[in-house]
């Protein structure tokens, strides 16, 4: 079970840091990514983190802005997020798969396992 968390509402500029604690599985056995939906859009994969290959990938969107991070004694893996600005705005998802990050870009389709988001906010 993933379970994500530290949403809320910030101002342009400011940043943010979600959560992604895991239950009954050891996160460092799965590549996870971090994916978001705003109102009338799709799915957007936002960063993933390869299990296989130990590389983090980002959007063009967030690149430079967002940062993944992950603590293994508190099985939990972190998006930090710089900058925000209202294009940000969604609600945030982490999944995880037990092999890399294939399609993570494409809305995280190959990803089995997901948690129940965490709404992201920015206004002013």
């Known amino acids: 079970q993933l379970v994500e968390s530290g949403g809320g509402l910030v101002q342009p500029g400011g940043s943010l840091t979600l959560s992604c604690a895991a239950s009954g599985r050891t996160l460092d056995s799965y590549s996870i990514g971090w994916f978001r939906q705003a109102p009338g859009k799709g799915r957007e994969g936002v960063s993933c983190f390869s299990r296989t290959t130990g590389t983090t990938y980002y959007s063009d969107s967030v690149k430079g802005r967002f940062t993944i991070s992950r603590d293994n004694a508190k099985n939990t893996m972190y998006l930090l997020m710089n900058s925000l600005n209202d294009e940000d705005t969604a609600v945030y998802y982490c999944?995880?798969?037990?092999?890399?990050?294939?399609?993570?870009?494409?809305?995280?389709?190959?990803?089995?396992?997901w948690g129940q988001g965490t709404q992201v906010t920015v206004s002013s």
């Open positions: 999944a995880a798969r037990p092999s890399g990050c294939a399609r993570w870009n494409s809305g995280g389709a190959l990803f089995d396992s």
